[in-house]
């Protein structure tokens, strides 16, 4: 004030923008003149809250992650000073996760498995300052749990039994073999099928996509009377996983050979005296 020497503000002051003001004081009696100077510097008050640096996070992890395992870092900052700005983090309680209040790091406290019912997860971070009262914001999280490629496809048997005849047709479908995979990406749940041996002279196919094991050649049952073969179901996840089962195939005889005498003509001779029934 000009009469009565008190200075006073005129404006809002903020300690972000200006920290410090240099004033230059003068009095003056219409004859002499003074001069002083104040230097006045402005304390922080926390009239900020923190800022996530995104309003929302995306994250993905996969199934079989283990515990302890880092998933995403959030982050947040706040325009105050000292206490005021220093930050720290809270996770609202969410089975399976934890998260280091002063860095702000998400991580698994169990392994993660996946669930085709639930593969999201959502978490909620609450971002606090040091200040007197605390401010605070939220920012939320979705975490998406990946399948990973963990079952191998399963036979509903080890062993299978086929009998046929030695003249069956070719083209004839024995069995038609499925397995199945609990995975459910595509990938890690698309089954292949391929003899991988008991195949040597080829007389059999199976189908990679159906599981159908087909003739495709002539059974003689007097040169094999059965046959094994060892089939494999395969997915296509990375790495993939497989599983086989045993096809036992038996060949029935029919009547496809005529009688043969060991020699063509014989010869012998007899008295005549020879009695009846000799």
Known sequence: YRFSGRVSISGTLDYEEDQQYNLLIMANDNEHNATTSVQLNIIDVNDNAPVFSQQSYLATVAEMTPPNSPIIQVNATDKD????????????????????????????????????????????????????PAQTSVTAIQLQVVDVNNNAPVFGNSIYRVTLPENERKGHILISLSATDEDDAFENK???????????????????S??????????????????????????????????????????????????????????TTVPEDLSEGT
């Open 190 to 208: 698309k089954i292949d099928y391929s003899i991988v041996s008991g195949n040597e002279n080829g007389l059999f196919e199976v189908s990679p």
């Open 210 to 267: 159906t599981g159908e094991v087909m003739l495709v050649g002539s059974l003689d049952r007097e040169t094999a009377p059965s046959y094994s073969l060892n089939i494999m179901a395969k997915d296509r996840g990375t790495p993939s996983l497989s599983s086989t089962c045993q096809v036992v195939v038996s060949v029935d005889d029919i009547n496809d050979n005529s009688p043969v005498f060991s020699q063509k003509y014989y010869q």
């Open 81 to 132: 000073s000292g206490p005021n700005a220093a930050v720290t983090y809270t996770l609202l309680p969410m089975d399976g996760f934890y998260i280091d209040e002063a860095s702000g790091t998400i991580y698994t406290d169990k392994t993660l498995t996946y669930s085709k019912g639930q593969p999201i997860t959502h978490l909620v971070v609450t971002a606090t300052d040091g200040g007197r």
